[in-house]
Antibody, heavy 125, light 110 residues
Framework: QVQLMESGGGLVQPGGSLRLSCAAS????????MHWVRQAPGKGLEWVAV????????YYADNVKGRFTISRDDSKNTLYLQMNSLTPEDTAVYSC??????????????????WGQGTLVTVSS | QSALTQPASVSASPGQSITISCTGS?????????VSWYQHHPGKAPKLMIF???KRPSGVSNRFSGSKSGNTASLTISGLQADDEADYYC??????????FGTGTTVTVL
């Protein structure tokens, strides 16, 4: 079955950097687009970024654009999120999630189907 | 991108029906038929309940149904059960090649 396991979270100071990883199994990783989504403490879900199945396109939420970079290594079935210039507002549980297809809408269908449980990132001095 | 608007909480007794609304704009809910709903028990991975406004993944109970009118989508849970108690989030594809989530609704079974 589809499994997504995030790692790399922790405590980081404001202005610092962190790289998250998401190990995928149970499906053909290279055929699917992948997303990062986060949830701040006591808040709702927030979409962060998407990378297409072939890494040809990457899109970001406005509040992380220029600071976060999504990437993938299909040889390792792993998704990454490089986070730079972190602020306390970036404190959240970060989850990776699988797109229903390649990361783009396919005519009559567009959704995220499976999620990991997430890894906590705390930005604090 | 502003979050989609959902009621903070909805409650009902077992066996009753509830409807959760999700209001967006002409840039998301109103333009695309790409609204999904997720059930989220804190500490666990969210579960897809409805996609493309009205479609149910295999294995999801037919007590869950979705609809849309204008800029507002809705999730209806009929025959409410104790294990339906959870947070529910809507999401919509947007014109900026990403997704926007709703503010979330806590469903309480009385």
């Amino acid at each position: 079955q589809v499994q997504l396991m995030e790692s790399g979270g922790g405590l980081v100071q404001p202005g610092g950097s962190l790289r998250l990883s998401c190990a995928a199994s149970g499906f053909t990783f290279s055929a699917y687009g992948m997303h990062w989504v986060r949830q701040a403490p006591g808040k709702g879900l927030e979409w962060v970024a998407v990378i297409w199945y072939d890494a040809s396109n990457k899109y970001y939420a406005d509040n992380v654009k220029g600071r976060f970079t999504i990437s993938r290594d299909d040889s390792k079935n792993t998704l990454y999120l490089q986070m730079n210039s972190l602020t306390p507002e970036d404190t959240a549980v970060y989850s990776c999630a699988r797109d229903h297809k390649g990361g783009y809408c396919t005519g009559d269908s567009c959704y995220i189907d499976f999620w990991g449980q997430g890894t906590l990132v705390t930005v604090s001095s | 991108q502003s979050a989609l608007t959902q009621p903070a909480s909805v409650s009902a007794s077992p066996g009753q029906s509830i409807t959760i609304s999700c209001t967006g704009s002409t840039n998301d809910v109103g333009y695309y038929d790409y609204v999904s709903w997720y059930q989220h028990h804190p500490g666990k991975a969210p579960k897809l309940m409805i996609f493309d406004v009205t479609k149910r993944p295999s294995g999801v109970s037919n007590r869950f149904s979705g609809s849309k009118s204008g800029n507002t989508a809705s999730l209806t849970i009929s025959g409410l059960q104790a294990d339906d108690e959870a947070d529910y989030y809507c999401t919509s594809y947007t014109s900026e090649y990403g997704y926007v989530f709703g503010t979330g609704t806590t469903v309480t079974v009385l």
